[in-house]
């Protein structure tokens, strides 16, 4: 039983393939890590669905259909990958086990999806997605924080720590339809304080993009606080 346990903290080989052995501190083997793919164009300008290139035809400033019928209230949404295969099995190792290993994968996955200093995101502040507090969800570990944290890092902004506020317990989305998912989050969210917002770009960084309800509903409360661009960024997109 205690190699199990030692096994889930610290894998001794690939926590995908489960076949390759991996060095100390590490979650993927090589392989794993190289097959994960990056959301590149082309894509929608604003909400960052990837475009059926044989259908859409899309040029710099495509959007979706969803996006021309205008349901999203933030300015933009991109994803670092598909929530598929090695990334959805890394995204759910790390949701239950705060381990340095899995954020220093995370971190380097970042960094390459990130090769720039991003001048164009001076000025911005980032802030997580938050989650609600109680003691359930105390055990359960707060991934969008740390990304968000790692996001921060990368470029060097400010986080805006508690900014926004969680107001109740939504549950899982996962069995949710688009309907369902966006009532269940509705009024979901708050602000601390309205007049440190206002005026202020924003990254509001999620771990898994999937019908956008969650990431929307945070930015009508941080748009009604007069703040200025949303920008979303999430590690997976469903
Ligand atoms: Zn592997
Ligand atoms: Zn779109």
């Known amino acids: 039983m205690w190699d199990t346990f030692c096994d889930s903290m610290f894998p001794q080989s690939c926590i995908y393939c489960e076949g390759a052995r991996i060095d100390g501190g590490n979650f993927l083997c090589g392989d794993c890590r190289e097959a994960i793919q990056f959301l590149t164009e082309a ?40 929530y598929d295969t090695v990334l959805k099995e890394l995204i759910h190792f790390f949701k239950y086990r705060p381990q340095r290993g899995v954020v220093s994968e995370i971190s380097s996955l970042l960094d390459r999806y990130f090769p720039y200093r991003g001048d164009e995101l001076k000025g911005f502040w980032v802030l997580p997605v938050p989650l609600y507090k109680n003691k359930l969800q105390e055990r359960q570990f707060d991934q969008a924080h740390l990304i968000a944290d790692l996001i921060a890092k990368r470029f060097d902004l400010p ?12 549950g899982p989305q996962a069995k949710k339809n688009k309907t369902e998912r966006v009532k269940n989050v509705k009024g979901a969210f708050s602000v601390m304080d309205k007049n440190i917002l206002v005026g202020k770009d924003l990254i509001l960084v999620d771990d898994v993009f999937t019908t956008g309800a969650t990431v929307n509903e945070a930015s009508k409360m941080l748009k009604r606080s007069n703040c200025g661009r949303v920008f979303v960024f999430t590690l997976a997109r469903a």
């Not at 669905?49 to 021309?68: T, V």
Request: aromatic residues 12%; hydrophobic residues 30%; proline residues 6%.
């Open 43 to 82: 894509l929608c300008h604003t909400c960052g669905a990837p475009a059926d290139i044989s259908y859409d035809f899309p040029r710099e400033d495509f959007q979706c259909g969803l996006c021309r019928k205008k349901p999203f209230v933030f300015d933009r949404a991109r994803s670092l990958g598909r």
């Open 159 to 170: 986080m805006g720590r508690e900014w926004l506020i969680k107001n109740r317990d939504t």
